[in-house]
């Protein structure tokens, strides 16, 4: 079946550093990859997507792309902050089916 | 905030009991989604409602039942509580079915401890 895989935490970096949250799915067909975070406390909010091989979805300075030939959806940020720290879900929905998440990736900014 | 609603925020009680978990969707969506974040089986989808019917269905124990009302508010059942049945229950909305590639908006969850 479909499934989600996501590098595991937690991840602690410093202010200003370079982030990968490394992702990679199984799928039949083609998926829709999206990049969800759930700040403390909070549900889970959309932070980008992509429906197509070699779509780059961004937001708020995150970017990831759609890599078919690999499978895969890495998110970056070139300068983190604090008030990214958050966990990270990376997740995949086929046409007409559920959303299939991986098993999201905390990560820590200090300052 | 994303215009889903969820009620209520904390619930705690204890094993064997009923409870009943309330999401409003935001304006104008059709489909309600409810999951469950719990630590050791991470984000599971567990069912699917579209305008009043059960459109899809996930890993929902039959102990659990939901549905949706006239009005697009849905309600998660969950009945003769388990210690494992503790997690976090969000609920979603989208605009139509699900069969497009519709966005999901979450709620804020409902944390459920039964003790």
């Known amino acids: 079946g479909d499934s989600v895989t996501q590098m595991e935490g937690p991840v602690t970096l410093s202010e200003e550093a370079f982030l990968t949250i490394n992702c990679t799915y199984t799928?039949?067909?083609?998926?829709?990859l999206f990049w969800y975070v759930q700040y403390p406390g909070e549900g889970l909010q959309l932070l980008l997507k992509?429906?197509?091989?070699?779509d780059k979805g961004s937001n708020k300075g995150f970017e990831a792309t759609y890599r078919k030939e690999t499978t895969s959806f890495h998110l970056e940020k070139g300068s983190v902050q604090v008030s990214d720290s958050a966990v990270y879900f990376c997740?995949?929905?086929?046409?007409?089916?559920?959303?299939?998440f991986g098993p999201g990736t905390s990560l820590s900014v200090i300052p | 905030d994303s215009g889903v609603t969820q009620t209520p925020k904390h619930l705690i009680t204890a094993t064997g009991q009923r409870v009943t978990l309330r999401c409003s969707p935001r304006s104008g969506d059709l489909s309600v989604y409810w999951y469950q974040q719990s630590l050791d089986q991470g984000l599971q989808f567990l069912i699917q409602y579209y305008n009043g019917e059960e459109r899809a269905k996930g890993n929902i124990l039959e102990r659990f039942s939901a549905q949706q009302f006239p009005d697009l508010h849905s309600e998660l059942n969950l009945s003769s509580l388990e210690l494992g049945d503790s997690a976090l229950y969000f609920c979603?909305?989208?605009?139509?079915?699900?069969?497009?590639?519709?966005?999901?908006?979450f709620g804020p969850g409902t944390r459920l401890t039964v003790l």
């Open positions: 979603a909305s989208s605009v139509a079915d699900g069969a497009g590639k519709d966005e999901q908006f």
């Open positions: 799928a039949t067909g083609y998926p829709s």
């Open positions: 992509a429906t197509k091989a070699d």
């Open positions: 997740a995949l929905r086929r046409r007409g089916d559920k959303v299939i």
